[in-house]
């Protein structure tokens, strides 16, 4: 089924903006009249946060509040206009995030009508279209990254620098992109003054070669080439674009870590950065560690403990950032999927940290939705829904199913694992930014 000709992009963000609005009201109802909220429980400790520092107080006097103080500062009108503020606020970057979408599509030159299909799948996804009505700060996170990724485009280095050091300051999981976008900035791009030269849509339609083979080349070049000759490859790597971003991300993450720490000392350094490093949370969860962390919580763990989670996360995230760097948006979304599926704890909202990238990959996939695609939903779909049923069995009906739960988690595992290769088997790779000696392909 299509959309209806007629449709374009504004009434596209008109009809969305609407069903967010009505999303936040119906939420108001719900919580006054049903026992089950509708609102996040991580929207009331946003707000306790806000109230508290609108008060001249430190926001993390509210226990469980592990953000940057940039976000309570965002959310202080919550106390001085009203409580949903910050549910209006996230649900218009949502909608920024469905319209960066288009800007980066149209900007690769992307046809019209495949550049709304893409809009679509983020702005009436239903994990989307909740997540921010329901007061969750996500949505502003996938609107940097977006952004970012715009800046590059347009040759703003600085920009792009700047925000990124923000973006990692106020939710650290970005830092995951660092490298794939240094990579990307090689010596061919912004050697002269101007925006880079970027790989059309049309240009890519003629790859023969699969991603894969491709990819294990670029791997094993890139291998070869650090173990033979590591000063040429460190060189070669100090181009100019890459240390502009590296000097200015770094410094802005530092300046605002820097600020926060002086004002609020070594309680906002531990509950807001440190604490995310060594996080063990016994409530179960999607990830696989969760019942290995319920079973040894009472008796503590080693920093070695909370740290050897992140080393299948540290292999796969070198092995496809070594594959797919400079097809940018691809490598990103990849990249995501994977530090979910291996994070140490994962919640529902994890998921739109990848969401957001999906419509940057889906014209360049050679998936066919009524086959392949509806397989990959269903077995990404199918094994959250058994993971559901067992956790729902757990927290409402008391029964002791930790060790079906914990399969359930492995099994979703799978299933990610799946749907990550049937994505990357499928997906025509597609520099961001067209080499210097390749030119500048234009679409027919």
Not at 7 to 31: K, T
Not at 44 to 71: I, Q
Not at 378 to 388: I, N
Request: charged share 15%.
């Amino acid at each position: 089924m299509g959309l209806p000709s007629k449709v374009d992009l504004r009434g596209v963000m008109v009809i969305s903006a609407v069903l967010r609005g009505l999303l936040v009201a119906y939420g108001e109802w719900q919580d006054a009249h049903m026992e089950v909220r509708y609102t996040d429980v991580d929207y009331l400790v946003f707000s306790d946060a806000a109230a508290l520092m609108a008060a001249g107080s430190s926001p993390f006097r509210r226990s469980t509040y592990r953000y940057s103080p940039l976000l309570a500062a965002l959310l202080v009108p919550n106390s001085l206009l009203h409580h949903c503020w910050g549910k209006l606020l996230f649900s218009a970057a949502d909608l920024f995030v469905g319209y960066f979408i288009h800007v980066i599509l149209k900007l690769r030159e992307v046809p019209e009508k495949l550049r709304l299909y893409s809009v679509v799948a983020w702005l009436f996804n239903p994990f989307t279209f909740t997540i921010g009505t329901r007061g969750n700060c996500e949505p502003i996170v996938c609107a940097i990254v977006l952004w970012i990724i715009i800046c590059l485009m347009k040759g703003n280095v600085l920009q792009a620098a700047f925000w990124y050091g923000l973006v990692v300051h106020f939710r650290i999981y970005p830092v995951i992109y660092s490298l794939p976008i240094l990579l990307v900035l090689n010596e061919n791009v912004l050697q002269c003054r101007g925006k880079p030269s970027l790989m059309l849509w049309s240009s890519t339609q003629d790859i023969s070669a699969p991603s894969s083979f491709i990819a294990m080349a670029n791997l094993k070049a890139s291998f070869w080439l650090m173990i033979s000759d590591p000063f040429i490859c460190l060189k070669s790597f100090l181009t100019r674009s890459r240390v502009l971003f590296g000097l200015v991300s770094a410094s802005i993450f530092f300046l605002c870590t820097a600020l926060f720490f002086c004002l609020y000392g070594w309680e906002f350094l531990n509950e807001a950065l440190l604490y995310h490093l060594t996080r063990t949370d016994p409530r179960h969860n999607f990830s696989i560690y969760f019942y290995h962390i319920y079973l040894r919580h009472q008796d503590g763990f080693s920093v070695i403990e909370k740290l050897v989670a992140f080393f299948p996360q540290l292999i796969v995230q070198a092995v496809l950032v070594l594959s797919f760097s400079q097809d940018l948006p691809f490598c990103m979304f990849v990249q995501t999927v994977a530090f979910v599926a291996f994070n140490k704890v994962i919640t529902a909202q994890y998921f739109v940290w990848f969401f957001c990238l999906l419509p940057l990959i889906l014209p360049w996939s050679k998936m066919k939705l009524r086959s392949e695609g509806l397989i990959c939903i269903s077995v990404w779909m199918g094994s959250q829904l058994h993971w559901l049923m067992w956790a729902y069995l757990l927290e409402f009906k008391g029964k002791n199913v930790f060790i079906q739960l914990w399969a359930a988690s492995i099994i979703f595992l799978l299933a990610n694992a799946y749907v990550l290769v049937m994505v990357i088997q499928r997906h025509k790779l597609a520099s961001l930014f067209v080499s210097e000696s390749s030119g500048n392909p234009k679409a027919d």
